[in-house]
């Protein structure tokens, strides 16, 4: 059975934390507000501190209980807003950092190191992939893959998103004769694409996926276990906290 580290119980946490330990946090994710200036660059020298975040990582138990590590990588995830965007950085600890895909839309993207985000913006949690619900791939080499679902439940390919994103890599990018550190990768994404006005308390079915691809075949593993991963009924929750001054804006 495999699972997201998330999931595991207090005893397992326990077995596999060494030092200091993180905590996993469930289902829910807090965004601030923000009153300052959010650049797009990949450095998240301007996101302020003591934020709100989820981090994951991959692990499998088998029916002896016994753990294996599927992928190695580690993934905090937290998050921004003001009136124009929603914001999200992901912070990915990964050794080996692998992506070849440089065109919009290729079909073996999800093969690449990437971050895949995934939002159903009205909560309606259906097994459905509706026209609200929408999804990133975004890899290494900034290149995206997107779609919508539609009232069949299918995905709309042709839909391309507006979003901004970049990302800054530690490491050198497919070369296997050193060991890399990871990357962090920014994004914004508009409120008119997401189709809904913000306030403070304002809740959105959410989730993330890491994929990565150490050249021993491709690893995926997300936040919530969800499968199929365009599932919203088995999505966390994005929670918007209001801020006393909502202003801000994006470069």
């Known amino acids: 059975m495999r699972l997201p580290f998330v999931r595991f119980n207090s005893f397992l946490l326990l077995l596999l934390c060494v030092g200091s330990c993180i905590v996993r946090n469930k289902d829910i994710l807090n965004s601030r507000m923000v009153n300052s200036e959010i650049t797009i660059d990949g450095d998240l020298s301007d996101w302020p501190e003591n934020?709100?975040?989820?981090?994951?990582?991959?692990?499998?138990?088998?029916?002896?209980?016994?753990?294996?590590?599927?992928?190695?990588?580690?993934?905090?995830?937290?998050?921004?807003?003001?009136?124009?965007?929603?914001?999200?950085?992901?912070?990915?600890?990964?050794?080996?950092?692998?992506?070849?895909?440089?065109?919009?839309?290729?079909?073996?993207?999800?093969?690449?190191?990437?971050?895949?985000?995934?939002?159903d913006p009205q909560q309606d949690a259906t097994e459905l992939w509706l026209p609200d619900d929408l999804i990133y791939h975004i890899n290494l080499l900034n290149t995206v893959k997107d779609d919508r679902g539609t009232m069949k439940g299918e995905r709309d390919v042709a839909w391309d998103g507006k979003a901004k994103y970049a990302i800054k890599m530690k490491g050198t990018l497919n070369d296997d004769s050193d060991v890399d550190e990871g990357y962090v990768l920014e994004v914004a994404i508009p409120w008119s694409e997401i189709g809904i006005q913000p306030v403070g308390g304002t809740k959105m079915g959410f989730n993330f996926a890491n994929g990565d691809n150490d050249g021993i075949g491709r690893q995926l593993f997300d936040w919530m276990g969800a499968w199929p991963m365009r599932t919203p009924s088995q999505f966390g929750t994005l929670h918007l906290i209001a801020a006393a001054r909502p202003t801000g804006s994006v470069n």
């Not at 029916?63 to 929603?86: M, P």
């Not at 990964?94 to 895949?116: G, T």
């Open 51 to 119: 934020l709100m975040s989820v981090t994951i990582i991959d692990r499998e138990i088998d029916q002896g209980d016994n753990i294996r590590i599927l992928s190695d990588n580690e993934v905090i995830c937290k998050s921004l807003w003001n009136y124009q965007f929603l914001f999200m950085a992901f912070q990915v600890k990964d050794s080996n950092l692998i992506a070849y895909q440089k065109d919009n839309d290729h079909p073996r993207l999800y093969l690449d190191d990437m971050i895949e985000i995934l939002i």
